[in-house]
């Protein structure tokens, strides 16, 4: 990347970046569906408290956003047992390729697990299951994708690999 190298960021950490957060999800996600803009806003501004969950990450190489993700509690209304989710994963179209999507992804798994989670879900296309299995910090987390009705769903969960 040409202004400086990629870095995640924490949302509150970089509030800079909520207006290209908020318009690449609402744009991918919700505004097909109808939603305004002021839906996805007003989600994303929970994201800014001290002690916020969920939790939203930026990618950035200095000041240009590059992709993001968050944590919430339910990205799946079929399975509310299921928490914490890995949710609104999206890089912009240069960056792809390149695993900025997969570092988040891990990023945000890491910090769904920090608070004590022992599984983490990502709903995905089945075409995004590029996950399978890393090592972080000494332990393993498993992420294993599973092809089912609407949700390709990966899940992370603590574990031996």
Do not use: N, Y
């Amino acid at each position: 990347m040409s202004d400086s190298t990629m870095v995640v960021s924490d949302l509150r950490d970089a509030p800079h970046f909520f207006d290209a957060v908020a318009d690449r999800v609402w744009r991918a996600w919700w505004e097909p569906h109808g939603f305004p803009l002021e839906h996805i806003t007003g989600l994303l501004q929970a994201s800014l408290a001290d002690d916020a969950e969920p939790l939203c990450l930026v990618a950035h190489a200095g000041d240009r956003f590059v992709g993001t993700a968050s944590v919430i509690a339910s990205d799946l209304e079929e399975r509310p047992d299921l928490t914490p989710w890995v949710a609104a994963v999206w890089v912009d179209p240069p960056f792809r390729g390149a695993g900025i999507g997969g570092d988040i992804v891990l990023k945000a798994a890491q910090a769904a697990f920090d608070t004590g989670a022992e599984a983490v879900h990502l709903c995905a296309l089945s075409g995004k299951r590029a996950f399978t299995s890393v090592s972080a910090g000494g332990s393993t987390r498993r992420m294993s994708a599973k092809t089912a009705w609407m949700s390709s769903a990966c899940a992370v969960s603590k574990g031996k690999g």
